[in-house]
Each structure stands twice: as C-alpha cells, then as structure tokens.
C-alpha cells in the first residue's frame, strides 16, 4: 500500500473521526507546506475553518468507499480505534478499487492489540516487554478468577478485555470490591462482549506516562510524550473517563528513563510486530508506568492518545503531512523530527454529569476572544441556527503553550473559566503533581 500521486497535485487526505484527537491533527495538517485537500468524517463543530466535513459515520466503509472514490482520496487516516478494531485497514486491501490508497492505522489484527487486552498481554510476553502478571478469565473461569484475585494484594486491576470507550479498566481497593466488579464484568456483562473475558492484573505503583511513536512496520520515530487525567475528580478521585486533559513533556522522562523506553519497550515491540508479520503502519502508544524507574507497559493503543494529541501535537516541530507521506511509502527512516521545548497543557471542559449521563445541546458562548490558547473542539456541533452546541460528555480542549509548565496551565485554567455553557467543570488541579517534580 503505497501513495500514488502526481507532483504538484494536491493530495487529497481522508481523516476519519469527530474528536478533539481529530482537530488537533486536523490543525497540525493545516500547517503543511505540502499541498493538500483535507476531508473529515465526520468531524466536529471547531473543525469548519479547517476542513471540508462529511457526514460519514468512522465504521461505515460502505460510505467511505463511495466517499474515496468520488473524491479521488489517496490517503486515509484513521483517528479513533473502533474502525481499526473492525478492519478498514483490510476493508481497503482487499478491495481492487481501493488498494492503491495509503490507509494510516494498523491491519485488523494489528489493532487487537489494543482491541484485545490478552491478545497484548500475550504478546508482551512473547516478546519479553516488561508488564504485570496477569491471568485471563472468562465466565466459566469465574471460581478460578476469584482465586486468583485471592492471590494478589490490593488495590486489584480489572481490565475487560475488548474495547470500552476508555471506561473497562477498573481499580478496586478492596477484594470485596473487586469480585463484585468481576461478577459484574463476566456474569452480568457489563460491557457486553467486550467483558466476555477479563484481564487480572497485579497492581503496579508508579507514575503514568503516555509515549508514542509513529511507524512504518520497520522504522520508527519518536513523539513527545505526555501525561494524562483520567479520573473526572481533583486530586484523581471519582471514577474514569475519556480523559479530563494532558501535559507535555513529563519531568521524569528524562534521557535515563527514556533509553530504558526505546531499548526495553520499543524496539522489541517493533521487532515483534516484524516477527509476528503484523501489518501496521501509523501510530502505536505505549501506556507506560514508571515504577521506580523502570517502565512497564499498562497497554498499548493503536493510535494517537486523546486527551494526548492536543498537548503533543502543537510540540512537534516537523510537518506531520511528510511525515505520514514517509510513513506510507515505508521510508520513515529518511525521517527526523525535533520538538519545541515549550510546555504544553490542555484541560478539557466537559458536560455537567459526565462521565454519567449528561445533557446536550448546550449553548456555548464567549468562545472567540481566548488569547493565548488553541481550542480543540470534541463534543460540539454547529445548530440549526447557526450556533455551537455541546454534544458530547468531553466538549473542548483549552491547549496552551508556556515556557514553563505554570505559565502554560495559567493560560489554559484562564481560558477555561471564559468560555460558558450550561453544566460546565473543568480539574483546575491539572499538572500540580508534576510541578513537585520540577
């Protein structure tokens, strides 16, 4: 799958998804010397100044058939994982019509490695990446998996093993609570199939960290790394959600800490992804903990992090769009890329009720005069009238760039408190636990 195109031609790129991920490639895209007509299916409600948006659902190949042709795409890429998970990659392989286009996401069986918490946990094994024991269990192992939980320490690690919207990792601190989590995973299927197994993990103590890398199934390049908030309430507390925000870089990812990453962690899973004859090609992020120094993979992701993207994109100081042309025509190692050693934090405003259920349709107001920051809109649209809405539990990411991290957070929390619709919370605590580091 390589990228036929014609110079000077402008090349015509298909970004599939509606996120703040999306925007803020969307913007990054927008940057490019090279010349190019972007379309996004479906987008969001900040992307109209950008883009051309196309009201296409990400797992509807059908329709992104049609859409490819007609409009003479010659690059497709995949922002959110379900329709990695579900195969595009291969949908457009297969088919005689569309495999002359570059698809930037990882084959069907590439994506289970985030589609499938066990299908990765045994290829870390397989591939001795450094991650914490486990077992897997189904419903008819559930005797066996209270066993096991028996065996461990708490806090105890429910992982379902499919995809669940960011929301199927559970950590209880109670044996109690973690068997009445399990039952409620395997027996009453809480996230349908996606809990018909359950990943059991020991809990490891450490710090979180994202990192990310963009490959070609041969080479690799390193992106910035950065920190996210998944839990809803200050000082990490309430329960889990798409993320409330990130920060770029981390402190601790220091050249020690990061050539354990490259050597104990990338490579051999670029080396496996070789040896296991996956086709992937585009980003893989690696959840990381850095227990004592030492870093251990929590899971992999198939493609870039959000909140993630909005805080390392902006850091990037090379243009993504050749980046992605490298990275179909599998010369990625011709490549270099450099970051800006600014600060980056992004602090999300979400929906009153969110990570529960929440209302949309939300008037947003006071969104234009916001120095300082770039918005990455997520869960908005554009009304009948004319005006932007909520709709969705994650609404918009206030990013912003600082020479030091307190400068950036102090344009983000200021611009975060300007904009106004119904319902709005933002953690103002974003980045307090990595100031002690500093």
Same mark, same amino acid.
């Given at each position: 799958?390589?990228?036929?195109?014609?110079?000077?031609?402008?090349?015509?790129?298909?970004?599939?998804?509606?996120?703040?991920?999306?925007?803020?490639?969307?913007?990054?895209?927008?940057?490019?010397?090279?010349?190019?007509?972007?379309?996004?299916?479906?987008?969001?409600?900040?992307?109209?100044?950008?883009?051309?948006?196309?009201?296409?659902?990400?797992?509807?190949?059908?329709?992104?058939?049609?859409?490819?042709?007609?409009?003479?795409?010659?690059?497709?890429?995949?922002?959110?994982?379900?329709?990695?998970?579900?195969?595009?990659?291969?949908?457009? @392989?297969?088919? $005689?019509?569309?495999?002359?286009?570059?698809?930037? #996401?990882?084959?069907? /069986? &590439?994506?289970?490695?985030? *589609?499938?918490?066990?299908?990765?946990?045994?290829?870390?094994?397989?591939?001795?990446?450094?991650?914490?024991?486990?077992?897997?269990?189904?419903?008819?192992?559930?005797?066996?998996?209270?066993?096991?939980?028996?065996?461990?320490?708490?806090?105890?690690?429910?992982?379902?093993?499919?995809?669940?919207?960011?929301?199927?990792?559970?950590?209880?601190?109670?044996?109690?609570?973690?068997?009445?989590?399990?039952?409620?995973?395997?027996?009453?299927?809480?996230?349908?199939?996606?809990?018909?197994?359950?990943?059991?993990?020991?809990?490891?103590?450490?710090?979180?960290?994202?990192?990310?890398?963009?490959?070609?199934?041969?080479?690799? @390049?390193?992106? $910035?790394?950065?920190?996210?908030?998944?839990?809803? #309430?200050?000082?990490? /507390? &309430?329960?889990?959600?798409? *993320?409330?925000?990130?920060?770029?870089?981390?402190?601790?990812?220091?050249?020690?800490?990061?050539?354990?990453?490259?050597?104990?962690?990338?490579?051999?899973?670029?080396?496996?992804?070789?040896?296991?004859?996956?086709?992937?090609?585009?980003?893989?992020?690696?959840?990381?903990?850095?227990?004592?120094?030492?870093?251990?993979?929590?899971?992999?992701?198939?493609?870039?992090?959000?909140?993630?993207?909005?805080?390392?994109?902006?850091?990037?100081?090379?243009?993504?769009?050749?980046?992605?042309?490298?990275?179909?025509?599998?010369?990625?190692?011709?490549?270099?890329?450099?970051?800006?050693?600014?600060?980056?934090?992004?602090?999300? @405003?979400?929906?009153?009720?969110?990570?529960?259920?929440?209302?949309? #349709?939300?008037?947003? /107001?006071?969104?234009?005069?916001?120095?300082?920051?770039?918005?990455?809109?997520?869960?908005?649209?554009?009304?009948?009238?004319?005006?932007?809405?909520?709709?969705?539990?994650?609404?918009?990411?206030?990013?912003?760039?600082?020479?030091?991290?307190?400068?950036?957070?102090?344009?983000?929390?200021?611009?975060?408190?300007?904009?106004?619709?119904?319902?709005?919370?933002?953690?103002?605590?974003?980045?307090?636990?990595?100031?002690?580091?500093?």
């Amino acid at each position: 799958m390589g990228l036929h195109r014609k110079n000077h031609e402008p090349l015509n790129i298909l970004l599939i998804g509606s996120g703040g991920r999306e925007h803020a490639i969307a913007w990054k895209l927008s940057q490019s010397q090279i010349p190019h007509c972007l379309y996004v299916a479906p987008g969001n409600g900040g992307m109209a100044p950008l883009v051309e948006m196309v009201d296409i659902q990400p797992t509807n190949f059908p329709a992104i058939k049609t859409f490819v042709l007609d409009k003479n795409i010659q690059m497709v890429l995949v922002g959110p994982e379900d329709p990695l998970v579900k195969g595009i990659r291969d949908f457009f @392989l297969q088919d $005689p019509a569309l495999n002359h286009v570059a698809v930037i #996401g990882p084959s069907k /069986t &590439g994506a289970m490695l985030e *589609g499938s918490k066990d299908f990765a946990k045994q290829f870390m094994i397989r591939h001795g990446i450094p991650t914490a024991r486990y077992q897997t269990f189904c419903k008819d192992s559930f005797q066996e998996a209270l066993r096991f939980l028996n065996s461990l320490q708490p806090p105890y690690v429910l992982k379902a093993d499919g995809l669940a919207a960011g929301k199927g990792v559970l950590i209880c601190p109670t044996l109690q609570e973690a068997s009445a989590n399990l039952h409620d995973l395997l027996i009453e299927r809480r996230f349908e199939a996606s809990s018909d197994k359950v990943v059991i993990e020991e809990y490891l103590v450490g710090i979180e960290l994202s990192v990310f890398v963009l490959t070609d199934g041969l080479s690799w @390049l390193l992106l $910035p790394e950065a920190k996210d908030y998944k839990r809803v #309430g200050e000082r990490d /507390t &309430g329960p889990n959600t798409g *993320g409330m925000g990130s920060i770029s870089p981390v402190p601790f990812a220091d050249e020690t800490f990061m050539a354990k990453v490259k050597e104990r962690i990338i490579e051999p899973t670029i080396r496996g992804i070789r040896q296991d004859r996956l086709d992937y090609s585009g980003f893989i992020f690696f959840g990381l903990m850095n227990v004592k120094g030492d870093p251990f993979v929590i899971e992999y992701n198939v493609r870039l992090g959000d909140p993630e993207a909005e805080s390392i994109l902006p850091r990037i100081d090379a243009d993504l769009l050749e980046l992605l042309i490298a990275t179909a025509e599998k010369k990625l190692d011709l490549q270099t890329i450099t970051f800006k050693p600014d600060w980056c934090t992004s602090v999300f @405003l979400v929906s009153g009720g969110y990570p529960g259920p929440f209302q949309k #349709g939300k008037s947003i /107001t006071h969104i234009h005069d916001i120095p300082g920051s770039i918005l990455f809109h997520a869960g908005t649209k554009i009304a009948s009238d004319g005006s932007l809405v909520t709709n969705g539990g994650r609404v918009i990411s206030v990013t912003s760039l600082g020479k030091t991290l307190q400068e950036a957070l102090g344009h983000s929390i200021e611009n975060a408190e300007r904009i106004e619709f119904e319902g709005k919370y933002f953690r103002k605590d974003l980045g307090q636990d990595l100031i002690q580091l500093l």
